[in-house]
């Protein structure tokens, strides 16, 4: 392969752990800060966060990569990672990568597994940091495709809950498949997120709109 460059340019302004950054990257900007748990603002995106963005992306394409190798079938990989930070002064003492692959084959576990653990030693930017930090790799959760989400109702659950249930929820959604919502109040924000996050990937169609009851029809578009 011929060598490669990349280049970012970063800027600071304000003073101390008040002050605010961006990253540029292609052709996207981030803010970043110090994180609030670390005295600073806490706004946008922290340094920390930037780092363990990059070995989860590396992860992941590495992960889909060798299950396409492996003859193992997956619609879509959802990567956790969490990055712990300890001690005095602060290092990043571990990684930790929890894959999920949905419209897979749960039968097959223990290979999605053995593909999950390569794929820590095949990601070139992870392979940087395993000498200095614990980088691990949990259980895989290997969801099988479904058809059709049938009817999911939110009404009961804390707000602070709802958008995690319903996004994970819809990811599970195969080509074509569809849910119905059902809120207590109109869920346009969660269409504006759905759509920010997802682009076009999800048909979102009003089936009833109020005055206490809304129902929304989530479809995912065919591949």
Known sequence: MN????????RWSG????????VETGDQVLAWSVPAGMGGRGEGSSPEELL?????TCYTGTLSALLNRDGLPWERVQVRMRERVEGQPLRISELLVTPEVLGGDPARQAAYQAAANLAREHCFIGQH???????????VS???AESTGGELDVRSLAPARRHEVIFSTIDHLAAGGDLTLVNDHDPLPLRYQLE????DLFSWEYLEQGP???RVRIG????
Do not use: I
Not at 196 to 199: D, F, I, N, Q, V
């Open 3 to 10: 060598e490669l460059e990349f280049e970012v340019t970063t």
């Open 15 to 22: 003073v101390g752990r008040e002050a605010l950054g961006t």
């Open 52 to 56: 363990a963005s990059a070995v989860a």
């Open 129 to 139: 940091l395993r000498r200095e930090v614990e980088y691990r790799v949990g259980p």
């Open 142 to 144: 290997v969801q099988a």
């Open 196 to 199: 920010a996050t997802r682009g």
């Open 212 to 214: 206490t009851t809304w």
């Open 220 to 223: 995912r578009r065919g591949e």
